[in-house]
Each structure stands twice: as C-alpha cells, then as structure tokens.
C-alpha cells in the first residue's frame, strides 16, 4: 500500500484563494471556510468532502479505500 498524502491546496471556488491545508486521517471535513472571503464550503454532490472537492490530493479515508462517500 502506498502512504497516505495527508496535505492538500484547497482552492475556494468563489474567490480563488488556494491555501495548504493538514487533511483529517481518520475522517472526512465536511465544511471548510476559506481564509480569504469566510465562504463556507462544501462538498460538491457526489464527494465526500472538501477536499476531493476543491483540493489538490482526495482525502487519506478516500485514498485508503475506507471512505464515507
């Protein structure tokens, strides 16, 4: 098995803003306010969180094969 990537950018939708952001190992983050405009995001239908959303990397529970979505 290959190690989990457990850091992501997240890009806000709305505003464009990218910053680097820790991912939960254990669980899925359902909501994520960008740090630029305070928009609270999240997930598009169809994923499991923020980050397979808007992130450059799908979280370490999707990537482990062991998510919630």
């Keep these: 098995m290959n190690a989990l990537i457990t850091s992501a ?3 806000c939708p709305v505003c464009g803003y990218q910053e680097a952001e820790e991912m939960p190992t254990d669980a ?3 909501f994520y306010e960008c740090t630029h405009c305070h928009t609270v995001l999240k997930p598009r239908a169809g994923d499991c969180c923020v ?3 808007y992130g450059t990397v799908p979280c ?6 062991s ?3």
């Design 28 to 30: 899925c983050q359902y």
């Design 51 to 53: 980050f397979c959303s």
């Design 9 to 11: 950018v997240i890009t």
């Design 67 to 69: 998510c919630c979505g």
């Design 60 to 65: 370490p529970p999707r990537q482990a094969g």
